[in-house]
């Protein structure tokens, strides 16, 4: 080792002599872009004046949780999947190990370090801490804002301000779609922060973020916004941004230079729990349309049609004869439910709802959500080469039902040829027909070639081909004899419950 560092320090020593000689000259030329450079480091924002203004409205919240021993005295640790979706949210972490608080150099015993897995001896009624995380004060009389899982599962919540005055909070509410919560505190003219608007923050601008990273009380850092509306959810596109967010960031305010709140910091994409460049904050407009129905209510109410929708392809579009790949494509209508009612069917692209462009799939769930319950709402859908306007009635937003599988029983003899997509089909028995609720279409029996690579699978229905409705399996078969070999085709294939389009492009008999 000596040896090394010896001969590196005389090659170190070489290298600065040369440097002395060769590069002084250089220094000389390479003065006007210095003072360049020095112009441009002053021009930079000075944070030092906001951060004092908004500062002491950020706190600091931790949770604990309640363990109650067996009759054996044994402790269970919570449960395993929960706990890993909370590290995910909160944390970042995804390893084996990864806990509450739990960042580099952490162990076992350490304030913030998860605690041993598995069964422990505790005395009954422990309180444990679960995590740490951030807030803001957003009202003088107590209200705080944070993430919704920042708070979930925990028994008590407590809140540190600045000045090191503890409260200890009341949860509202908290919304898992929205990943919002609202916390009371009993206080008084408590220090508060401005809300902004999220609607019209622009990709480039300077914003701060202030939290408890790792634990560490108020720490500030700043950066850029990435992207205004990054996709990330059914119900909201998340703000983008370059910000260092770590463990216990979530629930800190994301603010502009003017002071104001523009979202919630609630996610970082990380594989090793760290800042990785690329952190998700909550849009504060849609947080502060939440808190003010937790406020109410204690929960959030969202309209609903009755859909679900996948994203359309490119390939479909053009199938379909859509110049632009844009709408949401209705894999399945809800019996009974609004869409269902107002005439809505499988395989419909929704192409507007009440006037607005669907540029992607995600963004109908936002609009229905956020339309008033009862009222009605008009949705213009493609269908079979034409647009049509469609009214629905807002229905309030509930849990998906279970799909239905088709009976196979009593299943009639298959077509003998297999055709140009690869995959033979037989006619739905009266069974089928009656429990899929179908009048028509035709069974796949065997698949290979193009359809086999495209996902489609034995037992799928087909119910259209290229904007043609199928009756039965002969039908279907003449049609694609009549099929141009260099062009896609798509058929719109029901699986289950679950209706989508696939494009298929010919092969060769």
């Given at each position: 080792?000596?040896?090394t560092?010896?001969?590196?320090?005389?090659?170190?020593?070489?290298?600065m002599?040369?440097?002395?000689?060769?590069?002084?000259?250089?220094l000389m030329l390479?003065?006007?872009?210095?003072?360049?450079?020095?112009?441009?480091?002053?021009?930079?924002?000075?944070?030092?004046?906001?951060?004092?203004?908004?500062?002491?409205a950020?706190?600091?919240?931790?949770?604990?949780?309640?363990?109650?021993?067996?009759?054996?005295?044994?402790?269970?640790?919570?449960?395993?999947?929960?706990?890993?979706?909370?590290?995910r949210?909160?944390?970042?972490?995804?390893?084996?190990?990864?806990?509450p608080?739990?960042g580099?150099?952490?162990?076992?015993?350490?304030?913030?370090?998860?605690?041993?897995?598995?069964?422990?001896?505790?005395?009954p009624?422990?309180?444990?801490q679960?995590?740490?995380?951030?807030?803001?004060?957003?009202?003088?009389d107590?209200?705080?804002?944070?993430?919704?899982?920042?708070?979930?599962?925990?028994?008590?919540?407590?809140?540190?301000l600045?000045?090191?005055?503890?409260?200890?909070?009341?949860?509202?509410?908290?919304?898992?779609?929205?990943?919002?919560?609202?916390?009371?505190?009993?206080?008084?003219?408590l220090?508060?922060?401005?809300m902004?608007?999220s609607?019209?923050i622009?990709?480039?601008?300077?914003?701060?973020?202030?939290?408890?990273?790792?634990?560490l009380e108020?720490?500030?850092?700043?950066?850029?916004?990435?992207?205004?509306?990054?996709?990330t959810?059914?119900y909201?596109?998340l703000?983008?941004?370059?910000?260092?967010?770590n463990?216990?960031?979530s629930?800190?305010?994301?603010?502009?230079?003017?002071?104001?709140?523009?979202?919630?910091?609630s996610?970082?994409?990380?594989?090793?729990?760290?800042?990785?460049?690329i952190?998700?904050?909550?849009p504060?407009?849609?947080?502060?349309?939440?808190?003010?129905?937790?406020?109410?209510?204690?929960?959030?109410?969202?309209?609903?049609?009755?859909?679900?929708?996948?994203?359309?392809?490119?390939?479909?579009?053009?199938?379909?004869?859509?110049?632009?790949?844009?709408?949401?494509?209705?894999?399945?209508?809800?019996?009974?439910?609004?869409?269902?009612?107002?005439?809505?069917?499988?395989?419909?692209?929704?192409?507007?709802?009440?006037?607005?462009?669907?540029?992607?799939?995600?963004?109908?769930?936002r609009l229905?959500?956020s339309?008033?319950?009862?009222?009605?709402?008009?949705?213009?859908?493609?269908?079979?080469g034409?647009?049509?306007?469609?009214?629905?009635?807002?229905?309030?937003?509930?849990?998906?039902?279970?799909?239905?599988?088709?009976?196979?029983?009593?299943?009639?003899?298959?077509?003998?040829?297999?055709?140009v997509?690869?995959?033979?089909?037989?006619?739905?028995?009266a069974?089928?027909?009656?429990e899929?609720?179908?009048?028509?279409?035709a069974?796949?029996?065997?698949?290979?070639?193009?359809a086999?690579k495209?996902?489609?699978?034995?037992?799928?229905?087909?119910?259209?081909?290229?904007?043609?409705e199928?009756?039965?399996?002969?039908?279907?078969?003449?049609a694609?004899?009549?099929?141009?070999?260099?062009?896609p085709?798509?058929?719109?294939?029901?699986?289950?419950?679950?209706?989508?389009?696939?494009?298929?492009?010919?092969?060769?008999?």
């Amino acid at each position: 080792m000596t040896t090394t560092t010896s001969v590196a320090g005389k090659a170190l020593t070489a290298l600065m002599l040369s440097a002395g000689v060769c590069f002084a000259p250089a220094l000389m030329l390479m003065a006007p872009s210095a003072q360049a450079a020095t112009a441009a480091v002053a021009g930079l924002p000075d944070f030092t004046e906001l951060v004092d203004k908004v500062g002491p409205a950020v706190v600091n919240i931790r949770t604990t949780e309640h363990f109650k021993a067996g009759a054996d005295g044994a402790q269970a640790a919570p449960d395993e999947e929960e706990m890993r979706e909370f590290l995910r949210r909160f944390f970042g972490g995804n390893g084996p190990g990864a806990g509450p608080g739990a960042g580099p150099g952490a162990t076992p015993g350490a304030p913030g370090a998860p605690a041993p897995r598995g069964r422990r001896q505790a005395p009954p009624d422990e309180e444990v801490q679960r995590g740490i995380g951030s807030g803001f004060i957003i009202s003088a009389d107590g209200y705080v804002l944070t993430n919704a899982h920042v708070v979930d599962g925990a028994d008590e919540v407590y809140v540190t301000l600045t000045d090191k005055r503890e409260f200890k909070a009341k949860v509202l509410g908290a919304d898992a779609r929205s990943d919002v919560a609202l916390l009371k505190i009993d206080g008084a003219k408590l220090p508060t922060l401005t809300m902004g608007d999220s609607s019209k923050i622009r990709v480039g601008e300077w914003v701060i973020a202030i939290g408890s990273p790792f634990n560490l009380e108020n720490t500030v850092t700043a950066g850029i916004i990435s992207a205004k509306a990054r996709d990330t959810g059914d119900y909201l596109a998340l703000i983008q941004s370059d910000v260092a967010v770590n463990p216990g960031n979530s629930g800190g305010p994301m603010i502009n230079m003017r002071g104001e709140v523009i979202g919630i910091n609630s996610q970082i994409a990380t594989l090793s729990g760290g800042y990785n460049g690329i952190s998700f904050a909550v849009p504060i407009n849609e947080a502060m349309r939440v808190s003010d129905q937790l406020r109410k209510s204690g929960k959030v109410t969202r309209g609903r049609i009755g859909v679900q929708i996948g994203e359309l392809g490119k390939e479909v579009a053009e199938s379909l004869g859509l110049k632009n790949a844009q709408g949401a494509e209705v894999s399945l209508v809800e019996p009974g439910g609004p869409a269902d009612k107002a005439g809505i069917k499988a395989g419909d692209i929704i192409l507007k709802f009440n006037g607005e462009q669907i540029s992607r799939s995600s963004d109908l769930p936002r609009l229905v959500g956020s339309t008033e319950l009862g009222s009605k709402a008009v949705v213009t859908i493609w269908r079979k080469g034409g647009q049509l306007d469609v009214p629905v009635t807002i229905a309030e937003l509930a849990a998906d039902k279970p799909a239905k599988v088709a009976a196979g029983k009593g299943k009639p003899k298959a077509e003998a040829a297999s055709n140009v997509l690869g995959f033979k089909v037989s006619d739905l028995t009266a069974a089928q027909k009656k429990e899929l609720e179908l009048d028509g279409g035709a069974s796949v029996d065997e698949v290979d070639g193009v359809a086999s690579k495209a996902g489609i699978r034995v037992g799928d229905v087909i119910l259209q081909l290229n904007n043609v409705e199928i009756k039965d399996a002969k039908q279907f078969n003449a049609a694609v004899a009549k099929l141009d070999p260099k062009k896609p085709s798509v058929v719109l294939v029901r699986r289950g419950d679950v209706t989508q389009f696939v494009s298929l492009k010919p092969s060769a008999k």
